[in-house]
Every structure is written in C-alpha cells, then in structure tokens.
C-alpha cells in the first residue's frame, strides 16, 4: 500500500489542503451567516465538484439544508488559455422558481461563465443567486462579474488540484498548485 505522496515536482503549491480547509471552514461560517437554512446549491462541473462537496459538509455543520445540482459547462478544452466559447453539457436544474442558490465554481477567470449562468439562473426565476468561487483572478476579467464569496485571489497563473484540472489531469490532487511558465 502506498502511503500519500508528495507534492508532484512540477506542480508549485499555493494552497496546502490544510489552508484550504481552514479557508472553507471560515468562509461556510460567513455564508451561514448570510444564506437561509434552506438553499439549493449549484455546483459548476468539472472543476468545483471537490470544493462543493467539502463546503456542502461544511454548510450543514452549521444547520444549513441543501439540494444539490450540477451543470456541466466548460471552456477551456485542452489548452491553459481559455478558448473564450462555452460548451455546455446538461440543462439548468428545474423547480428553482423562489429558491436562494448558492451558486459555486471553481474559478472566477474572464467572467463569461458565470455571466451566463447568472442569467440563466436569473431567468428560471430563483429568488436570490450567492455566488461562490474557490479561486477568483480579476486581473483576467473580460465580462464584467464579481462573486459574492472569494476563497483566494490569486494572480494570473494557470492553476490545478483540489477538483481543477489541466487537461483532465491534476483534479485529485489534494493542494492547490501551479503549473510551471
Ligand atoms: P471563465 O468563464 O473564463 O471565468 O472561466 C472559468 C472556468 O475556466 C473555470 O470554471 C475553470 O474551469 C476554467 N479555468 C479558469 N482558470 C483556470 C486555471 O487556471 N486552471 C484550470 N481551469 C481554469
Ligand atoms: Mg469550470
């Protein structure tokens, strides 16, 4: 049995899992503070699937009730410079008319991602939409947007780990790093 592995040598790490948590654990008292007990947590897929699923266990130590739903959408591909079209996989969640979302993804870049599924989530009538990114890099921005909750703001770096891929690679690791260049 291998025991758990050092940092891969290529990847410099920004956030150890240990500053993550703790990150996750006071951002969860703040949005507890800030949400009602009952919301709907939407979860952008691929790369939020890690952090929604650890704040999500955070969010109900605090005596929140979520119902969960993803949308898979993308604009990446394969490359580290965003293709700047979307691809969406998936349909908006239905029965969200009056309900408070909480809407999470991995990472806030040029905006266009989460400018259009504000919209969307705008226009399937729910109630209130927080908004909740793990990583925001505003020095990337070409849609104007802003989240409502930030766990780090980082410079312009290509990014993976902690559910965010390169590739499709990287996603397990349990640290946040860079990628070299
Ligand atoms: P936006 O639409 O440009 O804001 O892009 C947001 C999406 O691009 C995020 O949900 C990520 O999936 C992806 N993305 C942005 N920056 C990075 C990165 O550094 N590494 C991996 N994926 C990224
Ligand atoms: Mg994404």
Redesign the pocket.
Known sequence: MQTASAPDPEIEVLFSADQIAARLDSLATTLSGRLPREIVVIS?L???FMFAADLMRMLHNNGLVCRVEFIT????GDE?T?SGE?TISGTVPKDLAGRVVLLI????????????THEKLVAAGAAEIVTCVL?D?PS????P?QADFVGFTIPD????GYG???AQRYRELPYIG??PG
Do not use: Q
């Open positions: 952008l691929k790369g939020s959408i993308s604009s990446y580290t965003s979307l993804d991995d990472i806030l870049d040029t905006g266009r991602t989460l400018h259009w990583l890099k990337r921005r070409v849609v947007f770096r290509f990014v993976v965010i891929d390169y860079a990628m």
